[in-house]
């Protein structure tokens, strides 16, 4: 009988969705599933509706609820992180102080302004779920979900090297069925090499299983018709210049890179799609609708108990290849201990991992190609830097986090972004007790008046440069 924690138990999504796909597992039925929240509301209500899916299916499989972390812990086989840290109160003000300063963010999770401060909340709790691991259940595997991924990933592994965990994210499987359709094959017919770094994932290598043809051409040819391109602008504008297909949607992307969202040309050219197509504000706007919507209304009652077919999550398949030891293959996120050579050791990175009794395989892929290297370096930097804030506490790392996010540097000069990431500081500091009594150095801006007499200093080489351009302008011949 598996001993499963699911922390962040009240996540109405995943919650439901990978204890539903674990019960749908022949080899996990009698699973007992420990669900752990800080509050009680969407606690009760979740426990309330698993309990039905036990009991109308039959199952031998027991589930039951606790506020405390370390009841659900102790002599867990398993522990699933699903927090959101500061919910939708924190959310909102990721997405609303940034956009003031003209970072315009469409889901605001993963990196920008609004990742960093979601990763510097999650952190300290990772930090105390760590500890309480080692004490309780320290051959547990821990299945992060938590978001943002890379940074609570890297957290983790700079954290514990005894707690051994993997970062899951369904971004790889949702982006190999639109690249199915895109080269016209059955997903479960092409051969697939994907790496790099969470929600920018490349896609090296797409082949057919039967015939060993590259379908990148297709896909490349493809990507050049209107009807195509229209899907996905951002990540077929960017397969175009760098070469290959990556993970994730438009909304996404758009936020991890400079080109698309630093100005109206470009919000309006690239980011017009509705919703996750880059609509601004677009994740936050739909959990407020939705917590409107349900905020006095328990909508599990109304879904079906019925159990289905799994998700094309990863987590029930990881842990029936750990029970059964039938070998699964998945992309996820790890330490890169050598897997990735041409990104920063320790950095997290999401490559081909293999999972059997004996627990997590990840794969050596090598080189990205350099193009791909760099771009995902790019985010790796802030990722760095938000975790070095988080973990020591340093708000100036904070800043230099958000200073260096592809995003907010093309649109922020530094005073602009000291300023934004002090007013988030103050906005959040409830939910960021590692700052406790530190603020954000003040940096006042430096006037220069019209007369200002200038200090003599020694001639720059640049200037004397300049100085015998005059020089030879102004010559008469």
Known sequence: MPKIAMIGAGSQIFCKTLTMDIFATPALR????????????????????????????????????????????KGADYVICMIQVGGLDAFKLDYEI??????????GDS?????????????PVLADLVRDMEELCPNALLLNYANPMAACCLALGRMSHNVQFIGLCHGVQTTLDLISRYVDRPKDQIDFLCAGINHMGWFLSLKDKKTGD????????????PGYYVN?????????????????????????????????????????????????????KYCLMLDEKYRHVDYLESESPKLTPRS???????????????????????????????????CCVEVPVYVDRRGLHPSKVGLLPPQCAALNQSNVTVQSLAVDAGLAGDPEHIMHAIAMDPLTSACCTLKEVRDMTAEMLEAERQ???????????????????????????????????????????????
């Open 214 to 225: 590259d379908l990148y051409p297709t896909l490349r040819a493809n990507i050049e018709k």
């Open 232 to 284: 996905e602008k951002v990540r077929g504008e960017v397969m175009r210049h760098f070469g290959y297909f990556m993970t994730e949607s438009t909304g996404h992307l758009s936020e991890y890179i400079p080109w698309f969202r630093s100005s109206r040309r470009a919000l309006e050219r690239y980011c017009d799609e509705p919703s996750f197509g880059g609509e601004t504000g677009a994740y936050v």
């Open 111 to 123: 990196l920008g302004p609004g990742g960093i401060f979601r990763g510097l909340r999650t952190i």
């Open 98 to 107: 940034p956009l003031k300063y003209g970072v315009d963010q469409c889901i």
């Open 431 to 477: 939910w960021l007790p590692q700052f406790k009594g530190r603020k954000l150095r003040t940096m006042p801006v430096i006037n220069i008046p019209k007369n200002v007499k200038r200090v003599d200093v020694p001639v720059d080489p640049a200037l004397a440069i300049v100085h015998r351009f005059g020089e030879l302008a102004a010559r008469k011949v």
């Open 312 to 346: 094309v999550e990863y987590c029930s398949y990881i842990l029936e290849a750990k029970e059964t030891d039938r070998v699964f293959r998945l992309n996820g996120n790890v330490r890169n201990d050598g897997y990735i050579d041409n990104l920063p050791p320790g």
């Open 30 to 73: 009698d699973s007992e599933i420990r669900l752990m929240s800080r509050t009680k509301p969407k606690l009760a209500r979740m426990e309330k509706f698993l309990k039905r899916v036990v009991k109308e299916n039959d199952l031998p499989g027991t589930v039951w609820s606790t506020l405390d972390r370390r009841e659900a812990l």
